[in-house]
């Protein structure tokens, strides 16, 4: 197996170099602009975070479930696997969950993490799981949430619940870690799978207490996809809001120019400066570990390529090469593998 992986990331690299002069053509802004501008679009009134939790105690693991405030009508609900024994303070890392599910997806990853002394944290993303009234029903509340989203006329008002409101909350998370004595702050990870893994990007770019990031078939370029018609798999996760906005603009059917449309006012600067090849220049020179899928097509590989790339030359700028790893799993689609849950674990336990 290790053969394997060994020869993959060694096609992957030639893949790489093959976009790396078409990578570097894009002129994102610096990245401390890129940062600035993407604090100052997410950044809204801090609250307390006025934590409330019940703890459970099991033979092999202390088990938290409750919640914080991320902002004053905002509760993020939270679910804590932690070791019962070893030396505190403990490592933690944020696992995040895919379009439609929930915390407790998580589950297996958080147990797997406190075996390694590691303390695993799993939340709802907005309008996912606990954070609906009886219990979300998977991505229905979400996509309604994307198409209310697209509709509001009140640009002082105006709501991001695709990805960036999440990556908010998991920056008003990461002062929550950092604010107990048993955590670390100096050793918190962050990873997520799919709609999980995007907003991980987002929220560990700008956030340099993440010392270690996993994104699982999570990396691709937004520009990219609406550039070569590749825009259908990333548009279907919220097709109901895209439905509505071809519907609004007078359009019979989805088409490149009203799924930019929808990506340009719910993820604004997302095929720009917020894009995954800029944002995973930030993340330079942290722990980051990039899986995938060959055939994807929610992050189709021609674009993941690109991303990496970027990545790749922001770390060899500061000698960091060493700390970036990727790998892509032949002929599947979106889908996460077995082989990557264990590399996920490995890495989380190397870096942390």
């Known amino acids: 197996m290790l053969f394997k992986i060994k020869m993959l990331c060694a096609c992957i690299t030639l893949s790489v170099c093959s976009v790396l002069s078409f990578a570097q053509q894009i002129n994102y802004p610096p990245v401390d602009k890129v940062a600035a501008d993407f604090k100052k679009l997410l950044e809204r009134p801090r609250v307390p975070l006025n934590p409330s939790f019940t703890i459970t105690h099991t033979d092999s693991v202390i088990i938290e479930h409750g919640f914080i405030y991320s902002e004053k009508n905002e509760l993020v609900p939270i679910l804590i696997y932690k070791p019962v024994t070893g030396t505190k303070p403990y490592p933690a890392v944020i696992f995040l969950h895919g379009t439609g599910g929930k915390k407790e997806d998580s589950k297996k990853m958080l147990y797997q993490l406190v075996k390694r002394g590691i303390m695993g944290v799993a939340i709802d993303a907005r309008f996912h799981g606990e954070r609906?009234?009886?219990?979300?029903?998977g991505s229905k509340e979400y996509v309604a949430a994307a198409t209310a989203a697209w509709e509001n006329?009140?640009?002082a008002h105006q709501t991001h619940p695709f990805l960036f409101?999440?990556?908010f909350d998991l920056?008003?998370?990461t002062d929550y870690l950092a604010s107990r004595p048993d955590v670390d702050a100096n050793r918190i990870g962050m990873g997520g799978i799919s709609m999980g893994g995007m907003e991980t990007w987002l929220a560990a770019s700008i956030d340099k207490r993440i010392k270690v990031i996993v994104l699982d078939i999570a990396v691709q370029s937004f520009k990219w996809s609406l550039?070569?018609?590749k825009w259908q798999g990333r548009a279907g996760t919220i097709q109901g809001a895209h439905l509505q906005a071809a519907k609004d603009l007078g359009d019979s059917v989805l088409n490149k120019h009203n799924v930019q449309a929808v990506w340009d006012k719910l993820l604004p600067g997302i095929t720009g400066e917020f894009d995954c090849p800029s944002m995973l220049r930030l993340i330079a020179p942290r722990a980051m570990l990039i899986v995938g899928t060959?055939?994807?097509?929610n992050c189709p590989l021609p674009g993941a390529n690109i991303a990496y790339a970027s990545a790749i030359q922001a770390y060899r700028s500061k000698g960091a090469t060493d700390k970036i790893m990727r790998d892509v799993t032949p002929k599947l689609f979106h889908t996460s593998t077995p082989e990557h849950f264990k590399m996920t674990l490995d890495w989380f336990s190397k870096w942390l």
């Not at 609906?132 to 029903?137: E, K, L, Q, S, V």
């Open 294 to 297: 060959e055939n994807d097509p």
């Open 227 to 229: 550039d070569n018609d």
């Open 132 to 137: 609906i009234a009886g219990g979300a029903h």
């Open 153 to 155: 006329k009140d640009k």
């Open 165 to 167: 409101d999440t990556a």
């Open 171 to 173: 920056w008003r998370v």
